[in-house]
């Protein structure tokens, strides 16, 4: 195609334009509609395929096919615009997603190991080439290792979001007694871990609910915070939300610099449930409002219900005697079993 440079006028508008150019101007314009239209069939043949409906298995599986296809798409569109394929393959080769299997453990290693109380670990892990974890929100992972000849496994659920870059990160509380938790508390940053999925989830579509009420106990709290954030990094998403962490002290909650910086957002409220806190006075003053003495029970799981903006659905993570009985709280508190998941 040709090109004007700057400065240059087209040869046409030149005074003592010769003959021969002004004959052979449509042959030239048919060359230039040539060349247009053989780059049009290059970027069309570029396009992303859409998958046919028979190629997705309707199991809510992150990312989707079409997921993939419409990510795939918006990048063609991008490059389509500039007129540079090489957006193309710049894109795709930045932040590929990492290669998870659900049957083979992979090796992560750990970056960093953050002490957040006694028996808990904020641990980091490195994903290569600067990739993305790419998981549902709540999806977990399961985690391998040895102890005395043993093998054993455990799930863990990240905290990142799924668009996390070069990361990971899980929150890991560990028991006196527990074999991994053994294996844990022996890691230190350069060591590997080995890990396979993903697994589960909570198939979480932006306005999906009115309002969504997340109940967690402890670690509880690693699925809730990825569908939070998934609803706070998106501008059209206007789902409220209630998020109560329930822990033994103040000094034992969790994240509380992330938990503050999303309480700000328009949407979303967050409050505590202290079980072994004796007054409320010792407390900060912006956490005494929003903090509950005692237990998690019928009344307070009714109050809360009751206080929401919209019509509730309720998220419910923790050890199994927690979810069980918060799972009959929110029934007696009018909520349905459709109305409620527990992880």
């Given at each position: 195609m040709m090109s004007h440079w700057p400065g240059w006028r087209c040869p046409a508008e030149r005074p003592g334009t010769c003959a021969l150019y002004k004959v052979s101007s449509p042959r030239l314009l048919m060359m230039e509609q040539k060349e247009e239209d053989d780059d049009e069939e290059a970027w069309l043949q570029l396009r992303p395929t859409e998958p046919l409906p028979a190629q997705c298995c309707g199991c809510g599986c992150k990312p989707c096919i079409y997921d993939i296809y419409y990510q795939e798409l918006a990048w063609w569109e991008k490059a389509r615009a500039k007129k540079d394929k090489s957006l193309l393959w710049k894109k795709k080769e930045e932040h590929p997603l990492s290669e998870l299997s659900q049957e083979t453990f992979q090796a992560f290693c750990i970056s960093a190991m953050e002490p957040l109380t006694d028996d808990t670990f904020q641990v980091r892990f490195t994903l290569p080439g600067n990739g993305r974890l790419g998981l549902s929100p709540g999806q977990h992972l399961i985690l391998r290792a040895t102890v005395d000849g043993l093998e054993i496994q455990r799930a863990y659920t990240p905290i990142s979001p799924r668009n996390t870059e070069g990361y990971f990160e899980i929150l890991i509380k560990c028991y006196e007694t527990g074999l991994m938790s053994q294996h844990v508390r022996s890691w230190k940053v350069g060591d590997t871990a080995f890990w396979r999925g993903p697994f589960g989830g909570f198939p979480y579509r932006p306005n999906q609910y009115g309002e969504l009420l997340m109940l967690a106990a402890g670690t509880g709290l690693a699925p809730m915070l990825p569908i939070l954030k998934e609803i706070t990094d998106n501008e059209e998403d206007e789902t409220f939300v209630t998020l109560v962490g329930c822990f033994k002290t103040f000094e034992g909650i969790y994240l509380k610099p992330l938990l503050q910086d999303?309480?700000?957002?328009?949407?979303?409220?967050?409050?505590?449930?202290?079980?072994?806190e004796a007054s409320l006075d010792r407390l900060p003053w912006s956490y005494q409002e929003?903090?509950?003495?005692?237990?998690l029970s019928q009344a307070l799981v009714q109050e809360l219900v009751s206080s929401c903006r919209r019509k509730p659905f309720a998220l419910v993570c923790g050890p199994p005697e927690f979810s069980r009985d918060t799972a009959l709280c929110l029934q007696g508190a009018g909520l349905t079993e459709e109305s409620y998941f527990l992880f």
């Open positions: 999303q309480a700000r957002y328009w949407n979303v409220r967050t409050g505590f449930v202290l079980s072994q929003k903090t509950h003495l005692g237990r």
